[in-house]
């Protein structure tokens, strides 16, 4: 069982950053693979990025290829999700998910789920 908290969500302007945080419990963190999700008002979830166990592979949408960045430190239990110039189209509730076995995208291949951090990005 794996219980996730995310943290870091909040409001900035067009072209702003954020770093959203996902905290872990448990003593198995290192061996799931990691991602990050949202889901914008009157749409679906979406997958944004995800990681590998060891860091050493990383997934990423699209939409924020070469503005999101994500990486964990296994350590601290912690995944994070590095925002840079943010656009409106980006608010949304931003969820972390984990999954043992490979990095995929698909929302139905993540297990355990946290409760999601809102981020609005104003333009």
């Known amino acids: 069982q794996v219980q996730l908290i995310e943290s870091g969500g909040g409001s900035v302007q067009a072209g702003g950053s954020l770093r959203l945080s996902c905290a872990a419990s448990g003593r198995s963190f290192s061996t799931y693979v990691m991602g990050w999700f949202r889901q914008a008002p009157g749409k679906e979830r979406e997958f944004v990025a995800a990681i590998h166990r060891n860091g050493g592979s990383t997934l990423y949408a699209d939409s924020v290829k070469g503005r999101f960045t994500i990486s964990r430190d296994n350590a601290k239990n912690t995944v994070y999700l590095q925002m840079n110039n943010l656009k409106p189209e980006d608010t949304a509730v931003y969820y972390c998910?984990?999954?043992?076995?490979?990095?995929?995208?698909?929302?139905?291949?993540?297990?355990?789920w946290g409760q999601g951090t809102q981020v609005t990005v104003s333009s």
């Open positions: 998910a984990a999954k043992p076995g490979i990095v995929v995208a698909r929302e139905n291949g993540y297990t355990y």
